[in-house]
């Protein structure tokens, strides 16, 4: 419905010397989304959109799969692959079933992709599934706080104030578009990542930098610098008897 929107974007992010992350473009130096080093790993983006988190993952000598269920967004990750020069697998598939075999990869990523587009409950144990013991699932999201406080109205911004409750987060049906997100608060992801055969590692709740400017308007910057809209999650596959 809006891959139109997101290939100028992507061709960007694809050209970006430095990796930088969610609506306010923060930058790996100081998220640290990818492991070190990467030269040499396989890894998955589960929802990857226009490719580019892949795409800065092969130029770092990684061996990069994609896997996303829109044909529009994958048309435009492969045109972007040709005019970077970076050519790796891309899937037309469910992240929450993917047709690849059990402990393929060591390194499961996830930047608004499968992390809110698909139920928590099936992606997060397929990323176990899909990860070598001792492999690393990162996703970065909404934070918890944020998705408390928005309105329902179309592109309104944050407000400084609780409108809905923490407590069940689970499932957000948004009236303007139809569209359907998926957010839990922190003790149940937490539950659900060691259920999952995950043992969490870090939770960074994402500091917005001066100055920062975003082409997303839910989010204003007066609101992001006093409490964090994202929050990234780090979470490594436990080897079998640790």
């Not at 990467?38 to 990857?48: A, N, P, R, S």
């Not at 069940?168 to 139809?178: A, T």
């Not at 870090?202 to 964090?228: C, D, F, H, N, Q």
Request: glycine share 10%.
């Amino acid at each position: 419905m809006w891959a139109a929107d997101y290939a100028e974007p992507g061709r960007r992010n694809w050209g970006q010397e430095e990796p930088s992350w969610g609506q306010w473009g923060v930058p790996e130096s100081q998220l640290r989304m990818f492991p070190e080093p990467v030269e040499g790993l396989d890894t998955i983006e589960l929802g990857c959109g226009t490719g580019y988190v892949s795409g800065w993952l092969a130029r770092r000598g990684a061996r990069p799969v994609g896997i996303d269920n829109s044909a529009a967004q994958l048309a435009t990750a492969r045109r972007l692959q040709e005019e970077f020069g970076r050519v790796f697998p891309l899937i037309q598939g469910n992240a929450e079933d993917v047709p690849l075999p059990d402990e393929s990869f060591d390194l499961a990523i996830s930047e608004y992709g499968a992390s809110i587009w698909c139920d928590p409950y099936r992606w997060i144990p397929e990323a176990a599934r899909l990860l070598r013991p001792g492999g690393l699932l990162v996703f970065l999201v909404n934070s918890a706080l944020l998705m408390c406080c928005l309105p329902d109205e179309p592109d309104a911004p944050a407000v400084e104030r609780l409108l809905r409750p923490y407590l069940g987060m689970y499932r957000f049906e948004w009236s303007d578009d139809d569209s359907v997100e998926f957010h839990l608060g922190h003790g149940e992801m937490f539950r659900l990542l060691r259920g999952s055969g995950f043992a969490v590692e870090e939770l960074i709740e994402v500091e917005v930098p001066p100055g920062s400017t975003t082409r997303y308007p839910w989010v204003p910057l007066e609101w992001a610098r006093k409490w964090p809209c994202e929050e990234v999650w780090k979470a490594r596959r436990v080897v079998d008897g640790s």
